[in-house]
């Protein structure tokens, strides 16, 4: 039996932020849900708890404070919103599975293009002591999922399964 994790979403409020949230909320985790509107954050946890009366969910203010406290980092944010959420995190980031997810562009439904790429590795350099996972939604609720931490992109998977998203292992990675 593994220890109960706890789990940051930063960006709840979206589309990919408030279905991995509900969907974890089924799962053994203590959620911290974060975004800059919390009247939108609150409509989330009242919808979890709907679902799920027994869920360990919660809302919290501050996005460094949760991820002192939390396991496993969720940015659910757009890209161009992760280097100042990363410079906030850092120094409670070190050693801890950082995913960031955004939305993959129509076009390129099933591959990683250099920009989705660059993402991944300016993040790394952001976070460099994290575990940085690097996914990538798409229309068919695929999550295509990268990362040079074997380890942790196995447990990502099995988190990204448990909230009803079908993540698929990409050969890319940020080298």
Request: aromatic share 4%; proline share 3%; hydrophobic share 40%.
């Amino acid at each position: 039996m593994r220890t109960k994790q706890t789990i940051i979403v930063i960006g709840v409020k979206g589309r990919i932020g408030t279905e991995i949230a509900k969907g974890l909320s089924k799962g053994n985790y203590k959620l911290l849900l974060n975004d800059k509107s919390s009247d939108q954050v609150s409509n989330v946890l009242n919808e979890i708890l709907e679902a799920n009366p027994f869920a360990d969910a919660e809302i919290i203010d501050c996005s460094f404070e949760g991820c002192w406290e939390a396991d496993i980092i969720i940015l659910a944010i757009p890209v161009r919103a992760e280097e100042e959420v990363a410079k906030k995190i850092k120094d409670v980031a070190n050693q801890k599975i950082v995913v960031s997810i955004s939305d993959l562009p129509r076009e390129n439904q099933t591959s990683l293009g250099d920009c989705e790429m660059t993402a991944g590795k300016a993040l790394q350099k952001l976070l460099p002591h994290s575990k940085v996972i690097k996914a990538f939604y798409t229309v068919k609720r695929e999550m295509l999922i990268t990362s040079d931490d074997k380890d942790a992109l196995e447990n990502i998977i099995e988190l990204l399964q448990m909230a009803n998203l079908h993540p698929i292992k990409t050969t890319e990675n940020f080298n």
